[in-house]
């Protein structure tokens, strides 16, 4: 009988870049779900995917939905606890090789933005730049400040500026609350 034993013989970086996994057509939602499954794991942080709204309109009779319309969404992708301190935040791509375009923000989350910090909760933005395969923490007021004067886009300097860059790590695909903690509890 020969036994072959297959042993990990390639160290893995812990900087490996995101688009590992990005181009094999994971979207950077479900790297953030997968991450957030190793936080709660982990008990480190325990953070979830709000359900998109839906209204059923039909379903058989075993009570399966057969029909049914997205209702418009009042708040933000996720929602968590960290340290005690409440997370409420949206993840969103960009192609564009120039910025991020605020359009790719609805008003109602930019309100939402706004309601979370002013109860002192923590709110931000994953930006994911396919273009450079980087991603960045850009902190609600930031986020708010750039709304609110009437810029289209967040040229990809000011982001690589006054975001916190999220990199993966070594036992997990996306390390987002190491950026949550230079962003928030290291100033």
Same mark, same amino acid.
């Given at each position: 009988?020969?036994?072959?034993?297959?042993?990990?013989?390639?160290?893995? $970086?812990?900087?490996?870049?995101?688009?590992?996994?990005?181009?094999?057509?994971?979207?950077?939602?479900?790297?953030?779900?997968?991450?957030?499954?190793?936080?709660?794991?982990?008990?480190?942080?325990?953070? +979830?995917?709000?359900?998109?709204?839906?209204?059923?309109?039909?379903?058989?009779?075993?009570?399966?939905?057969?029909?049914?319309?997205?209702? $418009?969404?009042? +708040?933000?992708?996720?929602?968590?606890?960290?340290?005690?301190?409440?997370?409420?935040?949206?993840?969103?791509?960009?192609?564009?090789?120039?910025?991020?375009?605020? $359009?790719?923000?609805?008003?109602?989350?930019?309100?939402?933005?706004?309601?979370?910090?002013?109860?002192?909760?923590?709110?931000?933005?994953?930006?994911?730049?396919?273009?450079?395969?980087?991603?960045?923490?850009?902190?609600?007021?930031?986020?708010?400040?750039?709304?609110? $004067?009437?810029?289209?886009?967040?040229?990809?300097?000011?982001?690589?500026?006054?975001?916190?860059?999220?990199?993966?790590?070594?036992?997990?695909?996306?390390?987002?609350?190491?950026?949550?903690?230079?962003?928030?509890?290291?100033?």
């Amino acid at each position: 009988m020969n036994l072959l034993i297959n042993y990990p013989t390639k160290k893995i $970086s812990q900087n490996r870049k995101v688009n590992n996994l990005a181009n094999k057509g994971m979207a950077l939602e479900e790297m953030i779900n997968r991450s957030n499954e190793y936080y709660k794991e982990n008990d480190i942080a325990f953070i +979830t995917k709000r359900p998109t709204p839906i209204k059923v309109l039909k379903t058989d009779g075993n009570y399966k939905i057969t029909d049914a319309v997205f209702l $418009s969404a009042s +708040t933000l992708d996720y929602v968590g606890v960290f340290q005690g301190h409440y997370l409420d935040f949206e993840a969103k791509e960009t192609s564009s090789k120039i910025g991020f375009p605020l $359009s790719n923000l609805a008003q109602h989350q930019l309100e939402s933005i706004e309601l979370v910090i002013k109860h002192k909760g923590y709110s931000f933005v994953l930006v994911y730049l396919k273009a450079f395969e980087e991603i960045y923490l850009l902190d609600g007021n930031f986020i708010l400040k750039a709304a609110q $004067s009437n810029q289209k886009m967040i040229p990809i300097q000011d982001i690589r500026t006054h975001g916190i860059q999220v990199k993966q790590g070594y036992s997990i695909l996306l390390d987002y609350i190491k950026a949550v903690r230079i962003a928030y509890f290291e100033k």
